[in-house]
């Protein structure tokens, strides 16, 4: 009978140092592993002797290696990317005109940043220097600058820190961890919650243009006028009177001057104000109501025995 299962290969195995488990990631193993050795040399130390920093150190490597495992696989740039790909348009600081693949490479320094930086205890305000470098490095060139980038940047650099537990010092999870990993005496878990953050910003929705302009009418008044004629009239006398003699002048050329007037239009256009047109602006107050879905952590509490449990709110 033959066998036509594929050989496996040991080397592509990428088994976890710690577990033994395949698909595990050696740079956040390796780098958890560094990061947490200092302080499990702290714990041995409080074994006591050379004897129990040897063995705090070695807990430290192993509780190191986990967290920095765990940090690694928690990123999984897939997931990531199509989750902001789905949700970027909801975030306060994407503007108009821009599409998710302006806004990608400032997600993608984010999440990798984290995965990068996070085993080193600092927060996303001391580590801010260096994702900068990054992104301009790898994508200064083209797309939006850092003074828009970061804000994405530093949406998905919380994303990923809030979906692990503990707080986002690593150095302070991985203290925890491995002091419990000597004696169990305490542990600390805090549980988050999402808020809505309302916010507002002013975009220009148009402009009123206001002007003049000439039009053009025949207007018609009526005047009335006075003309002046003359009326040559004729009368016979009604009784004959007689002249006295050398009163009567014959003479020929004998002219009567008689004046004669008339009224004639005086038209012309005058100016006057028809109207005054005030221009001012009023502001119409409404509120916006929206609604999103948020995430609360509540707190789980899985016992076995009878332990004393004193609840204290």
Do not use: C
Not at 96 to 110: K, N, V
Request: glycine share 10%; no cysteine; proline share 4%.
């Amino acid at each position: 009978m033959t066998d036509n299962k594929k050989p496996f290969n040991e080397h592509d195995a990428n088994r976890d140092p710690l577990s033994g488990e395949t698909g595990s990631h050696p740079v956040g193993t390796g780098v958890g592993a560094a990061g947490a050795g200092a302080i499990g040399a702290a714990v041995g130390g409080i074994i006591g002797g050379p004897v129990g920093a040897v063995v705090g150190s070695a807990i430290g490597a192993v509780v190191g290696g986990i967290a920095g495992k765990g940090v690694a696989e928690s990123v999984n740039p897939t997931v990531e990317d199509e989750y902001w790909r789905d949700n970027y348009a909801t975030r306060p600081y994407v503007e108009q005109g821009h599409q998710y693949e302006d806004y990608q490479p400032a997600y993608r320094t984010g999440y990798e940043g984290y995965n990068r930086y996070a085993s080193t205890g600092r927060s996303y305000d001391e580590v801010e220097p260096e994702l900068q470098t990054d992104y301009e490095k790898n994508h200064g060139g083209a797309g939006l600058g850092w003074d828009k980038a970061k804000h994405a940047a530093k949406d998905a650099w919380h994303k990923v820190e809030n979906a692990l537990p503990g707080d986002n010092d690593q150095t302070d999870r991985t203290r925890t961890t491995a002091v419990n990993a000597v004696e169990q005496d305490a542990a600390d878990v805090k549980l988050y919650e999402e808020r809505l953050v309302a916010d507002k910003h002013r975009a220009k929705t148009g402009e009123v243009a206001i002007g003049k302009h000439v039009e053009t009418e025949t207007a018609r008044v009526s005047v009335p006028v006075e003309r002046e004629r003359v009326v040559i009239e004729r009368v016979n006398p009604t009784g004959e009177t007689v002249v006295a003699p050398g009163t009567v002048d014959f003479r020929d050329g004998e002219v009567a001057h008689v004046e004669v007037y008339e009224e004639t239009p005086d038209i012309h256009k005058e100016a006057f104000v028809r109207e005054e047109v005030r221009i001012k602006k009023e502001v119409d107050r409404d509120v916006v109501n929206a609604e999103e879905q948020i995430r609360r952590e509540e707190l789980d509490l899985d016992n076995t025995g009878r332990p004393n449990i004193d609840r204290r709110s």
